[in-house]
């Protein structure tokens, strides 16, 4: 029997403007234009009314994960606990699929059921999440959902920058008080900054891992590169089994390893440096983080605290839950990478493997490179390498503030330690406060 995830909370009305109720299921408002800034992927704090807050709720000035670790999950992360300093504080990790897949889902629909789930137990009043654009399918458009059968239209991946927090103030406007959001790590690093002064009642938050982000013109570059009709892919997914997943709007399928994707044509500045030097792969402060990575061929559920585990009993029946699995080594895939980011940071070319070659590695990886856990950890290790060598090529005053002291663990096997000025002195973090219990 699935718990009552709203229970004590079926009598409360929603409020009278509900989009529900004016036949806009899907809203999203007129948005104020950004304020400059020089590292931004515009989560849309700096679009609300109070746009200096962006000081206090960027995790691109000075991000404090401990405290705000503390806050969330009642404690920081513990390198002494099997993988937290890799993916954060957790309470368990699964792997996870619904037994009957949704259609149109990027894997079964885990993050569409869960948010399906808040809406119709009357948990929350609305969900805040993205939308395709009406003219490009690859374009993210924040939206507040309020009806569950509406979800369904925000199934699949997005790539772009949208200012999804700009609707955290019309959302309280029209009465929202219990709310659910669906967002990425540098958007939920701000939310939760900031979470203390919102106001809201109740807030779930269902965090999806960010690898690297780029804007959606740049992407359409990216797909042209893969196709001679890029217009007709409708799908894409970077799988945990070294390979890229195209799906066509003819029906067909094709899959290209990794190894022989174009990714050393692009551009050095493909990937924004924002994105470049982001610290937060597994999205630490949601209450569960929604991935791929370590669930080989699955996705890879990161429970973190007891809000997390009543988003997964939403499920109830309806999804297979199964130990993560971990084999192969890391070191020597992240320490090729780290060649190449080096060769990049400074201006090199990267190195090519030559073509003959492509296919033998591209057979062997999946087979005995880093699969499971290990791959998550590889991806992770691998974004830290990438913070500290672009940081020092292209910013390096934000060292210092900007990379926090377990991401100089995880790169210190690697040969890179904090050089002079490079590190702050960590900061005790503070007591929990109003947050969910552990």
Request: proline share 9%; net charge positive.
């Amino acid at each position: 029997m699935r718990p009552d995830a709203g229970k004590g909370t079926r009598e409360r009305m929603r409020p009278a403007d509900d989009t529900a109720l004016t036949g806009a299921p899907l809203w999203s408002p007129p948005l104020a234009p950004p304020a400059h800034r020089d590292l931004c992927t515009d989560c849309g704090i700096s679009r609300t009314a109070d746009a200096a807050r962006c000081a206090r709720a960027c995790q691109f000035i000075k991000p404090d994960y401990s405290n705000l670790e503390t806050r969330v999950h009642g404690r920081a992360r513990d390198p002494s606990r099997p993988d937290e300093l890799h993916f954060g504080p957790f309470r368990r990790m699964v792997r996870a699929a619904l037994k009957s897949p949704l259609a149109g889902a990027q894997w079964t629909g885990i993050t569409t059921r869960i948010a399906e789930q808040l809406l119709q137990s009357n948990a929350v009043d609305a969900v805040l999440t993205m939308a395709p654009a009406p003219d490009d399918r690859w374009r993210p458009v924040p939206v507040l959902v309020t009806r569950a059968s509406d979800l369904a239209q925000c199934r699949g991946m997005r790539m772009g920058y949208a200012p999804l927090l700009a609707l955290l103030e019309p959302a309280a406007a029209r009465g929202y008080r219990r709310l659910a959001v669906i967002g990425i790590p540098c958007q939920v690093y701000a939310l939760r900054a900031l979470e203390a002064e919102l106001g809201f009642e109740k807030l779930y938050v269902i965090g999806t891992p960010c690898s690297d982000n780029t804007t959606t013109e740049r992407f359409h570059e990216f797909l042209a590169l893969l196709s001679p009709q890029p217009d007709t892919i409708t799908y894409l997914e970077f799988r945990a089994d070294y390979h890229v997943e195209i799906r066509f709007a003819d029906g067909t399928q094709r899959e290209i390893p990794f190894l022989q994707l174009p990714l050393s044509t692009l551009p050095g500045d493909f990937f924004p440096l924002t994105c470049r030097t982001c610290v937060d792969y597994t999205n630490v402060l949601a209450d569960i983080t929604v991935g791929y990575m370590g669930g080989q061929g699955e996705q890879w559920l990161i429970v973190r605290n007891a809000r997390g585990e009543e988003l997964l009993a939403l499920l109830g029946d309806d999804v297979r839950l199964s130990e993560p699995g971990s084999a192969g080594k890391r070191q020597g895939a992240v320490k090729g990478f780290m060649a190449n980011v080096a060769r990049a940071a400074g201006g090199l070319p990267l190195r090519r493997m030559p073509n003959w070659l492509r296919p033998i590695v591209a057979w062997l990886m999946p087979r005995v490179g880093p699969r499971g856990l290990e791959f998550a950890r590889a991806r992770v290790e691998m974004k830290a390498v990438e913070t500290v060598l672009h940081l020092r090529r292209e910013a390096q005053r934000r060292l210092r503030h900007m990379v926090p002291a377990h991401v100089w663990k995880l790169v210190e096997p690697y040969g890179l330690t904090p050089q002079a000025g490079e590190q702050t002195v960590a900061r005790v973090a503070d007591p929990p406060h109003d947050a969910p219990p552990p």
